[in-house]
Each structure stands twice: as C-alpha cells, then as structure tokens.
C-alpha cells in the first residue's frame, strides 16, 4: 500500500510539473520566439 501510495504522489508530481511547464512555455511563447 505504501508504494501504491508513493507512486500515486510521483505521478501527481510529476502531472503538475508537466502542466506547470506547459502554462510557462505557453506564456513564454510571444517572448521566446521558440518556433
């Protein structure tokens, strides 16, 4: 159960940093002509 748990938190970790660097890399985008 512990692991279970773990590995939940991880992926909700690691879910909030990808949407964290989409909203920064979306609201970078007009600044850092990255296209």
């Known amino acids: ?3 279970t748990v773990q ?3 991880f992926l909700v ?4 940093a ?3 660097a989409g ?3 979306t609201s970078a985008a007009p ?3 990255i296209a």
């Open 23 to 25: 909203l920064a890399i």
């Open 13 to 16: 970790s690691c879910f909030g």
């Open 7 to 9: 590995a939940r938190q």
């Open 31 to 33: 600044v850092f002509p």
């Open 18 to 20: 990808l949407v964290f």
């Open 1 to 3: 159960m512990f692991q």
